[in-house]
């Protein structure tokens, strides 16, 4: 049981480059989310899912999209990437709404 | 509209000594409450959380958060901490109306000296 696992660990891009970050979980969780943590900030909801084929936007939405085509999977994408998407970014999943979220390890995530 | 304030951005403490890491909330319906920790490089971890029943919760390695309504607050306690408590803890809140959305404070970076 391997929890919530994220793909890559480490990335740098240049600007205007497009990359999708990958979260598996193999819990069996109905949702699942994705944060973005900047220092002094916390965590952000970026978007998140309440299950297969489902898809919704959280706090700062702009510049990513999402997909959720298999329930252990929820891909972030970024089409042109931004110096201001230098971030770390967490994906987690939880049961249901009201469930414990569960974390991955994050993705830093560098735009020269 | 919920918020998170973390009154402390960085607690220094000596080992063995209490520490108590500050969280005050807003919310216009009743809340849950988290408290999560992250060690380096990892991701965030449950540490203990407030649902309903008793005010005081505790969890498995001696910190405990009380949940006080009046004061809106869930401040975190130690009696005594190690040096493997260095982390940054996050308090978080959510709605128990049925919604999911968590909202994160800022995080309080706790650094144990020898």
């Known amino acids: 049981n391997a929890g919530v696992t994220q793909t890559p660990k480490f990335r740098v891009l240049k600007t205007g480059q497009s990359m999708t970050l990958l979260c598996a979980q193999d819990m069996n969780h109905e949702y699942m989310y994705w944060y973005r943590q900047d220092p002094g900030m916390g965590l952000r909801l970026i978007h998140y899912?309440?299950?297969?084929?489902?898809?919704a936007k959280g706090e700062v939405p702009d510049g990513y999209n999402v997909s959720r085509l298999k329930k252990q999977n929820f891909l972030l994408g970024l089409e042109s990437a931004a110096p201001s998407q230098t971030s770390v970014y967490f994906c987690a999943s939880s049961f249901s709404g009201e469930e414990t979220q569960y974390f991955g390890p994050g993705t830093r995530l560098l735009v020269l | 509209a919920q918020s998170v304030t973390q009154l402390d951005s960085q607690v220094p403490v000596f080992e063995e000594a209490p520490v108590e890491l500050r969280c005050n909330y807003s919310s216009s319906v009743s809340v849950y409450l988290f408290w999560y920790v992250q060690y380096p490089n990892q991701g965030l971890q449950l540490l203990l959380k407030y649902l309903s029943g008793s005010t005081l919760v505790e969890s498995i390695n001696g910190f405990e958060a009380e949940f006080n309504k009046s004061q809106t607050s869930f401040h975190l306690r130690k009696p005594s901490v190690h040096i493997s408590d260095t982390a940054e803890y996050f308090c978080?809140?959510?709605?128990?109306?049925?919604?999911?959305?968590?909202?994160f404070g800022a995080g309080t970076r706790l650094f144990v000296k020898a």
């Open positions: 978080a809140v959510r709605e128990n109306t049925g919604g999911f959305k968590t909202i």
């Open positions: 899912s309440v299950g297969e084929g489902t898809t």
